[in-house]
């Protein structure tokens, strides 16, 4: 019932054929690698793997889940993960690949874990310019979810060994591509029903997207989209009412089971807080689906990814008023 395995030893892969060969081989086998884009390192999973997926939330010790930016080879790859507007397709050929993230409305079946979008109805898209970061996306053969390669709470590395000093041990390899260029996070702009929306200042500079979008751009000051749009409750709540570590299902009730209490659902029949992590936005859309009224759900630890898993179940509990 561990969940962030602590692997015995983080590999430092280099930066040639051998490297990347073995970055992407760890990749497609479910496992986490950091690597270098022209911004700052990324801590990459396979983005259609929920259990790779909930691995980078493990590692970096993050106590909630917030969508993450999906990286792609090129534009080519992004009619199958998000609906594109014109104006998107601009942006993509005037900065791609380079430092902006494009948040787009995410496209009905789209092979990506809902843990990526935090249950979201939109995706974050980017493509890194760095050559590596290309040639691993190449390789990996799929798009690649990845976070700054930090702990949570601390500054995002620009080196492999910034990398190592706050996670070795803790994921599977780094593939060392030397300082990264940029080293500022990309910048974020949503286009959406509501038009475009700055929600990160980052390594484009806004004046540059301004000029090719004819248009000024204030940067989205509300926090909850800024820092952690999967937090707006309205998101990602079922419909149902949840009550929370509950031991059985009382009349009426549908169970979302959790380890040894079994239910219609479960978010791991094991008590595996990583593929429970995983499973769960699912199993909010399954209760959904099925028409749940009221939600029986299981305890589960309040420890590692369990902390997570908690902060948004009690928010999609909170968002119904009971
Ligand atoms: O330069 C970068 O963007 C780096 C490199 C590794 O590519 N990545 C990075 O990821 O900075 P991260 O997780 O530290 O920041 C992702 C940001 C978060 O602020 C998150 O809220 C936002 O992207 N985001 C992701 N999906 C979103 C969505 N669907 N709607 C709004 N914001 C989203
Ligand atoms: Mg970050």
Same mark, same amino acid.
């Given at each position: 019932m561990t969940d962030a395995p602590a692997t015995p030893a983080t590999r430092h892969l280099p930066p040639d054929g051998r490297g990347l060969a073995e970055a992407a081989a760890i990749l497609r086998e479910g496992g986490l690698v950091a690597f270098p884009t022209e911004t700052v390192y990324g801590l990459g999973a396979?983005?259609?793997n929920g259990r790779a997926v909930a691995g980078i939330y493990a590692a970096k010790g993050r106590p909630s889940f917030n969508p993450l930016i999906v990286h792609l080879?090129?534009?080519?790859?992004v009619d199958r993960l998000a609906e594109v507007p014109e104006r998107a397709r601009d942006l993509m050929a005037a900065f791609?690949?380079?430092?902006l993230t494009l948040v787009l409305p995410l496209r009905e &079946?789209?092979?990506? +874990?809902?843990l990526v979008t935090a249950g979201l109805p939109s995706v974050a898209l980017r493509a890194p310019a760095h050559p590596l970061a290309r040639a691993l996306l190449e390789a990996a053969g799929r798009p690649l979810a990845a976070p700054?390669?930090?702990?949570?709470g601390r500054v995002s590395p620009t080196t492999a060994g910034h990398v190592l000093a706050g996670l070795a041990g803790r994921i599977d390899a780094v593939l060392d591509g030397?300082?990264?260029?940029?080293g500022l996070e990309s910048t974020i702009l949503a286009l959406g029903p509501g038009g475009p929306r700055l929600l990160r200042a980052g390594g484009l500079p806004v004046e540059t997207l301004e000029a090719a979008l004819g248009e000024r751009l204030a940067l989205d000051t509300d926090p909850a989209r800024i820092v952690?749009? &999967?937090?707006?409750? +309205?998101?990602?709540?079922?419909r149902g009412r949840l009550r929370l570590n509950a031991r059985a299902a009382e009349p009426g009730e549908v169970m979302l089971g959790f380890g040894e209490v079994?239910?219609?659902?479960?978010?791991?029949a094991s008590g595996d807080l990583q593929e429970a992590a995983a499973s769960l936005f699912a199993a909010l859309h399954s209760l959904d689906a099925m028409g749940a009224e009221r939600i029986a759900v299981a305890p589960v630890p309040e420890r590692g990814l369990g902390r997570a898993i908690n902060d948004r179940l009690r928010r999609a509990a909170a968002s119904r008023g009971s």
């Open positions: 396979d983005a259609g080879p090129g534009a080519e790859e791609w690949p380079g430092p &079946g789209a092979p990506l +874990s809902p700054s390669a930090n702990p949570s030397g300082a990264c260029a940029v952690a749009p &999967g937090q707006m409750a +309205s998101h990602y709540a079922p079994a239910g219609e659902l479960t978010l791991s």
